[in-house]
Nanobody, 124 residues
Framework: QVQLVESGGGLVQPGGSLRLSCAAS????????IGWFRQAPGKEREGVSC????????YYADSVKGRFTISRDNAKNTVYLQMNSLKPEDTAVYYC?????????????????WGQGTQVTVSS
């Protein structure tokens, strides 16, 4: 059974850090580009960061550039999103998604597999 499971969300104060993990089971992430997306209440799902399947080409939304870092450990079949200097506007449910290809598209429509999401709340 193909599955993506996110973890690492929680409540953090502004300026704090969290590391999200996206663990895959039932398939090998080596040949999949991975994206992190988020959705806040009343807003559309938006792309946060994506990484290519092989050579580590990455994409970051302007709103997170310089604060978030995406990485992958294919040996562990896991992708990470390190989030630093968190702001209240980063509050959302964060989802990881996988699509069978190289390019890290920042478009949720091209992704085939999705996790259930993990809540990130940034508040004092």
């Amino acid at each position: 059974q193909v599955q993506l499971v996110e973890s690492g969300g929680g409540l953090v104060q502004p300026g704090g850090s969290l590391r999200l993990s996206c663990a895959a089971s039932g398939f090998t992430l080596d040949y999949y580009a991975i994206g992190w997306f988020r959705q806040a209440p009343g807003k559309e799902r938006e792309g946060v960061s994506c990484i290519s399947s092989s050579d580590g080409v990455t994409y970051y939304a302007d709103s997170v550039k310089g604060r978030f870092t995406i990485s992958r450990d294919n040996a562990k079949n896991t992708v990470y999103l390190q989030m630093n200097s968190l702001k209240p506007e980063d509050t959302a449910v964060y989802y990881c998604a996988a699509q069978p290809g190289y390019y890290p598209y920042n478009d949720p429509k091209v992704y085939d597999y999705w996790g259930q999401g993990t809540q990130v709340t940034v508040s004092s």
